[in-house]
């Protein structure tokens, strides 16, 4: 596709249920990141993938969380047991990735989680 | 570990005129990438523009360059001739330099919801 595709845009979860976010990178986008957005700040890092190897998840808050990039291309940001602390915007990142001097990173609009 | 610091919450221009948006950063890294994204109330975010730490010159786009500082760790965001398209919330950003097995993430600032009166 044109950009990074995330879905579903708007997700509303009771507290305890298990939710799956979606992600479709750029084609060819060796590097995929996931970011956690609360109301009013800036984006936090969650994990970083080079292809399907997950190299950095030092920002999943706990171990609810658990993302995954099978082959390499779309990836999925599970959360078990949703609290009300989830409440965030999910953003998916995509880049040409190795450490290319004009690498940018290119956003998805994000799915905002409610947990009620 | 690298912060980066928005200390403007909010800022305000009028259409046509010129707005600066700070950001400081800490690090002890002496190569690096410096970023402003642009959030419009979509969500998605979008390049403004980056400035690699070894480059003396400031990096400029259009209407929109930086003021980069390396010695005093502070990189702002001069928008001139303000639009009302420009309205959105602005966030400075942090990358390290890439290292084989390494990550390639952004460290953000809070953030500086820019307004554009006309």
């Known amino acids: 596709g044109a950009g990074v595709s995330q879905s579903p845009r708007y997700k509303v979860a009771k507290r305890g249920q298990d939710v799956a976010l979606r992600c479709d990178p750029i084609?060819?986008?060796?590097?995929l990141f996931w970011y956690q957005q609360a109301l009013g700040q800036g984006p936090e890092f969650l994990t970083y993938?080079?292809?399907?190897?997950?190299?950095?998840k030092s920002g999943l808050p706990s171990d609810r969380f658990f993302a995954e990039r099978p082959e390499g291309s779309v990836s999925t940001l599970k959360i078990q047991r949703t609290q009300q602390e989830d409440s965030a915007v999910y953003l998916c990142a995509s880049s040409l990735g190795r450490g290319l001097l004009n690498t940018e990173a290119f956003f998805g609009q994000g799915t905002r989680l409610t947990v009620v | 570990a690298q912060t980066v610091t928005q200390s403007q919450p909010e800022m305000s221009v009028q259409e046509a005129e010129t707005v600066t948006l700070s950001c400081t950063y800490d690090t002890s890294e002496s190569d690096y990438y410096l970023f402003w994204y642009k959030q419009p109330p979509s969500r998605q975010m979008i390049l403004v523009i980056r400035q690699e730490a070894y480059k003396q010159q400031n990096a400029t786009e259009n209407r929109f360059s930086v003021n980069f500082q390396k010695a005093a760790k502070s990189f702002s965001l001069k928008i001139s001739d303000s639009q009302l398209g420009d309205a959105a919330m602005y966030f400075c950003a942090y990358r390290s330099p890439y290292e084989e097995g390494g990550s390639e993430k952004l460290v953000f600032g809070k953030g500086t919801k820019l307004t554009v009166n006309p």
């Open positions: 084609s060819g986008h060796v590097s």
């Open positions: 993938f080079q292809n399907e190897a997950q190299l950095d």
